[in-house]
């Protein structure tokens, strides 16, 4: 079973960046394809980014897309999600998210259901 650690998180001003990472432990890293999701305070979690297991693959939400990177390194058990031009309503708990199944390909990737293990989260807040 893996266990997931998310760092990174804090409070930043619009425009500004943010790299979070996810350290994982416990299993095989390699083997998962992992995802970060975010929730906003009253709001159901929704979906950010998703990276195929080998790395050779993202996929962004339209909210993110073109100002947010998604990557990983095997070799540290690490997934990062990097971050720009941070916007208010980027404020949220960000957790990434590990899925044993070959789901990078379905539709429902985007999907937290889909998603058997999670970290704990890490606050990120934009200030106008």
């Known amino acids: 079973q893996i266990q997931l650690v998310e760092s990174g998180g804090g409070l930043v001003q619009a425009g500004e960046a943010l790299r979070l990472s996810c350290a994982a432990s416990?299993?095989?890293?390699?083997?998962?394809?992992m995802a970060w999701f975010r929730q906003a305070p009253g709001k159901e979690r929704e979906f950010v980014a998703a990276?195929?297991?080998?790395?050779?693959?993202?996929y962004y939400a339209d909210s993110v897309k073109g100002r947010t990177t998604i990557s990983r390194d095997n070799a540290e058990n690490t997934v990062y999600l990097q971050m720009n031009s941070l916007k208010p309503e980027d404020t949220a708990v960000y957790y990434c998210?590990?899925?044993?199944?070959?789901?990078?390909?379905?539709?429902?990737?985007?999907?937290?259901?889909?998603?058997?293990?999670w970290g704990q989260g890490t606050q990120v807040t934009v200030s106008s």
């Open positions: 998210a590990a899925a044993k199944g070959a789901i990078f390909f379905r539709s429902s990737r985007t999907r937290s259901d889909e998603y058997d293990y």
């Open positions: 416990g299993g095989t890293f390699s083997s998962y394809d």
């Open positions: 990276i195929r297991r080998s790395g050779g693959g993202t």
